[in-house]
């Protein structure tokens, strides 16, 4: 079954620094989204990407927040100025074969601010 | 997307069969139920998913009612690696691969 590879798996940074998530979706598809769960709570939607655009995004993905492929494979989910309340686990995913199958996520990279 | 209801927590004995509810009396008939799970805090992981006939794969069986206002996902004989939270989502088809919005779930515990 295809995968969807997230670096790193935990992240620790200072308040305030700047940090990339990266992740591997699965090939060939155009379609991309980031999701967050912040300990104890629901999985939170944050953005969808579209064939290097912004399809979609929640309240969450403020001005802090950016989206970007750097590459024909990886996405990245980059914190520009990280608080405390970001710290969370933060999930990529890849849609199915089509729009009506289900979602393949990602293990998760784990972001702890301090 | 229409709102889903699910019981908080559920328990089943390993080898029985799972049955876990959700309610969503507002779906439309272009409304798709799907189940997703998530074992301890990895990723989300899609179970199985349909519109208004039952369905099978080989992790488990999909419920609908005629009225298509609920539905259960049935686990045929529950592990004790099944223990996690479900979660029964309704989402549109033809959305263009629109995002997922998840509620609380329900948190299975298989016990032995």
């Known amino acids: 079954e295809p995968e969807v590879t997230q670096t790193p798996s935990h992240q620790v940074t200072q308040m305030g620094q700047e940090v990339i998530l990266r992740c591997v979706p699965i090939s060939n598809h155009l379609y991309f989204y980031w999701y967050r769960q912040i300990l104890g709570q629901k999985v939170e939607f944050l953005v969808s990407f579209y064939n290097n655009e912004i399809s979609e995004k929640s309240e969450i993905f403020d001005d802090q927040f950016s989206v970007e492929r750097p590459d024909g494979s990886n996405f990245t989910l980059k914190i520009r100025s990280t608080k405390l309340e970001d710290s969370a686990m933060y999930f990529c995913?890849?849609?199915?074969?089509?729009?009506?199958?289900?979602?393949?996520f990602g293990s998760g990279t784990r972001l702890t601010v301090v | 997307d229409a709102k889903t209801t699910q019981p908080p927590s559920m328990d089943c004995a390993e080898g029985r069969a799972a049955n876990l509810p959700c309610n969503h009396s507002t779906i439309s008939g272009n409304e798709y139920v799907y189940w997703y799970r998530q074992i301890h805090s990895q990723g989300p992981q899609y179970i199985i998913h349909?519109?208004?006939n039952n369905e099978t794969n080989e992790m488990a069986s999909l419920i609908i009612t005629e009225d298509r206002k609920s539905s259960t996902l049935i686990l045929p004989h529950a592990t004790l690696r099944d223990t996690a939270v479900y979660y029964c989502?309704?989402?549109?088809?033809?959305?263009?691969?629109?995002?997922?919005?998840f509620g609380q779930g329900t948190i299975l515990t298989v016990h032995p």
């Open positions: 995913a890849s849609p199915g074969r089509t729009s009506n199958y289900g979602y393949t």
């Open positions: 349909g519109l208004k």
């Open positions: 989502i309704v989402r549109a088809s033809g959305t263009s691969y629109g995002k997922l919005t």
